[in-house]
Every structure is written in C-alpha cells, then in structure tokens.
C-alpha cells in the first residue's frame, strides 16, 4: 500500500533516480545477455525478476528516494490522497507523466470517485507492470489507462473485457461496457460486446441490464437475425417491457415496434396481442400495416403469397430460434471417441399454412473426419506401405441433410445454424455460431480450433459436447404475378 497521507520521510533526489536508472540498466543488460547467449548450448539466465518486482513495491509502499508526489482529489472529498513517486519511473510508462512531472515535483491530479478509488491501483501498475481488477473496475481502470496514456494498460484492460463477457454479476455488465466501447471508439470491444448480447439475449432479457439497453443498441439488435432466443414472441413482451420503463418520444417507439417480425408470430398470439398489449394499441396506427401482413402469410400458402409479396427480406427470415418446432438440442458424451448420429423433425415454415408439415433432418458428427489431402494412400516403393496419419491431423465434422425430399420444399430453403455452448463463469452460454445453407451439407470451419482431446477442452461441458441445431425456413419468390 502506497502511503497516501501525512509526512513522509523523503531521501535524496539522487537515491531515487539511481534507482530508476539501475532498473534501466538492468534491463538493457538482460536484452545484451540473451541476445549474445542465443545459439550456445551452454548458455542459462539468472533470473531474479521477481526479486526485483518486489523491491520496486518496496520503493513505492515506503516512499524511499521519492522525487515527485501526486495529490488526487475528487469533487466529492476535501481531502487528497498523496503518492509519493519516483518521476523517472512514472516518465517510463506515461507521457502524460512525464510533460505532467517536467518542471515540477508536486501535481495535483482531479479525478471522478470511480477513477480515484483505483488511482493506488493504477500507480502500483506503472511500478510493477501487473493489476488485479474486478469486473466493476474494468471500466475506471481503462479510463485511467487511456487519460494518462499508459498503452499497454488499456490494451490489456480491453483485453480482460472481451474475455470476460460471460463473468456473470449481480447487475450485469455487458451492455454498460458496450455502451462504453461506442464512447471510446473501440471497434472490436464493440462488436464483441454486441455479438454476445445477440448469442445469448435470452440470458440477457430477463436481467436487470435489459432496462440499460440505448435505443441505438436496441435497434442494433432488434436487424439483427442471429440474435439467439426462444420465439419472436419472447422477444416481442422483452421489447414492450422496455417501452414501458423507458417511454421513448412516439417515433422512436414506433422504430422499435417495426422491427419485430410479426409474420414469425403465431395468429393466435397476434390476436393476444391486440386484445391485451397497451403499448401495441397505443401505437396501432403504425404497425397496423405490418399485423395485416402478417395474417395474410400466415392465411394462405407461402408459394402463394410469394407471387404478390416480397418475402426476401428480413420480416420474413426466422431469427435463431430455440423452440422444438425449429431444431433440437445434442449433447454428445465423451466427442472425441467415435462418430455419433441423430434425427429431428422440423416445421417446415413459419407459417400457419405449414404448421402440420414436418422436415426429417439426419445429422452425422465425426471427432476425427480427414480430409482428401491428410488420408491414407498407399505407396509404390514400399509394399503395401502407407502414409502415417496422426489422430490430431483430423478435424471435427458435422453434416446436416435432409432424410426426405417433397413438392412442398418448392418456394422453401433451409439455413442451417449450429450453436455450441460452453460453461463460463457457472453459465451455460452460445460461445460460436456456425451457418451455412441448404446447398451444403457442411461448414468447413466447425469446430476447426477446438481441441476435443482434452477433457479441459473450453469447448467441452463435463466432458461432452453441447450444440443446439436451428434449421431457419427461408422463403423466396418464384413467379410474380402483376398487380
């Protein structure tokens, strides 16, 4: 621990620039060393790094040879935590340090709450190049790293956050670092933030952050036909939840409400839904379009209503839904031992015309399939002789066909989705998504860098592989008929 207030015993300038400078010398002579030791086999490294991590903490917790001192101050507090430092070493992680500390010893740094209460922390990095967080801090933590220009720290802070999307907490976290990652102008935080929320927004409606979700990001996702839920249905009552708490001005509203794909709804449900929802009849007038649409997919034959509607957009493409009636779950014990098969049945369509008829689907998963190119040939110079194959030299498969072939499929193709969920933080969550379309049987890269070997495999749950397999119905226009 820093000592953050009272009188300090303070050594001489000297001491603690000597000591900077040592530590730089230090390092550039371990840079010399290994590189003048490379190529000779008798060549080892002395290694007392961990010796020297802990003198700098030393250096730090007791102010010993201290040159430079840091006040923090918040506007909530009169008082101001004190760091005694050594301006070298805060010069050698921070350019911001280093302009800040140029021709003065005493800095007064203001700072919000959240960022002050990990300023010790943050020190404590800039002598020692490690810190613990916790999910709560990531954000404060990046914020320090990124005002005072400590680059490493913020990569390393992004870091943590991608991968710790699935850490669950009592108020989630998600969302607010999505939103943050949009503030910052971090791409890839963003996308990866925005793709968990859609794999596993089921997880993420009935917690406390769904009320959190902007209405940019709402309607981010709301165009999205990966998202990952139970039915159009479930999503409708999350959406008219959020209506309800938020109030949003009657376009935005309206924006949201549009968005839903009424035609993937049951009529039974639609009828519910105009008799007992407050936010669809408070908004009626602009979506009455959409509801009469929808009854009229659901009334007549799809090849039918193809020849006067457009049915290549997205109202009418199933988003990754969960219910039985459109794919199956498949829990594959112990994956790497042997092939395994299975079967489901599928509705053929969404719509009410389609209700009774059934698609037989025949899946193949194979731990170790080969191809062409890595299996087996024989050789003419050897008798009989044949190319040694190694287990690890195959890769997992999974092919997906249909067992049955009808007059009814006219009009209709099949998207195939496979989610594969893993364990993370006590959750079972979508950790990828593999699609591909009717005309393959296949995607080439499923599971490619999975190693199902390891029983320690993050793909694996208590040994056994757990996918769930969507078959999306997607309609198409044959013949137009002129209106």
């Not at 371990?30 to 290694?47: E, R, V, Y």
């Not at 009552?237 to 309800?244: D, K, R």
């Not at 498969?397 to 195939?416: C, E, H, N, W, Y």
Request: net charge positive; glycine share 4%; proline share 4%.
């Amino acid at each position: 621990m820093a000592r953050l207030t009272g009188a300090q015993p303070v050594a001489t300038r000297r001491w603690g620039c000597a000591a900077a400078a040592f530590l730089l010398l230090l390092l550039t002579v371990q840079a010399a060393q290994k590189a003048d030791l490379s190529g000779d086999a008798t060549a080892a490294t002395i290694n007392h790094s961990l010796t020297l991590l802990q003198r700098l903490q030393e250096l730090l917790q007791n102010g010993n040879g201290s040159d430079s001192v840091l006040r923090v101050r918040t506007a909530a507090s009169d008082e101001a935590k004190v760091f005694h430092t050594h301006q070298l070493l805060l010069s050698l992680q921070s350019e911001v340090f280093e302009s800040l500390l140029h021709n003065q010893s005493v800095v007064t740094l203001h700072e919000p709450p959240e960022t002050a209460a990990l300023f010790e922390k943050f020190i404590r990095y800039l002598y020692c190049g490690g810190v613990s967080i916790l999910l709560h801090q990531a954000i404060p933590m990046h914020q320090l790293a990124s005002k005072y220009r400590v680059w490493g720290l913020q990569r390393g802070v992004a870091d943590y956050m991608k991968t710790h999307l699935a850490s669950e907490s009592s108020q989630g976290h998600v969302v607010g670092w999505y939103h943050y990652a949009v503030r910052i102008g971090d791409a890839a935080l963003q996308e990866s933030c925005l793709q968990f929320l859609a794999w596993n927004l089921s997880a993420v409606l009935g917690s406390a952050e769904w009320g959190s979700v902007s209405v940019e990001l709402l309607l981010l996702l709301l165009e999205r036909s990966d998202l990952v839920l139970h039915s159009e249905l479930e999503l409708y009552t999350a959406v008219e939840g959020w209506l309800s708490r938020r109030q949003p001005e009657g376009p935005v509203a309206e924006r949201v409400l549009r968005a839903i794909r009424y035609p993937m709804i049951a009529p039974s449900q639609l009828f519910r839904l105009q008799a007992q929802s407050a936010v669809l009849a408070r908004h009626y007038s602009a979506v009455q379009d959409l509801l009469f649409q929808a009854f009229q997919f659901h009334a007549a034959s799809p090849l039918h209503f193809a020849k006067y509607f457009d049915v290549n957009c997205s109202m009418f493409l199933p988003r990754n839904y969960l219910a039985s009636s459109w794919g199956s779950q498949w829990v594959i014990n112990n994956p790497a031992r042997d092939d395994r098969s299975t079967s489901f049945q599928t509705q053929l369509g969404p719509s009410s015309h389609d209700a009774g008829k059934r698609v037989t689907w025949n899946v193949l998963f194979s731990p170790r399939w080969l191809p062409v190119s890595l299996r087996p040939v024989y050789s003419d110079s050897v008798s009989g002789a044949v190319q040694p194959v190694r287990i690890e030299d195959g890769r997992p498969r999974l092919v997906i066909t249909p067992a049955m072939s009808s007059p009814d499929f006219a009009g209709v193709s099949f998207q195939k989705t496979v989610l594969v969920g893993v364990r993370q933080q006590g959750r079972v969550l979508v950790k990828h998504a593999y699609s591909f379309h009717q005309s393959s049987d296949e995607t080439a890269d499923f599971l490619a860098h999975a190693d199902l070997q390891k029983r320690t495999s993050e793909y694996l749950i208590d040994n056994s592989l757990h996918l769930h397999i969507i078959i999306k119905p997607v309609y198409h226009s044959l013949i137009k008929v002129k209106k």
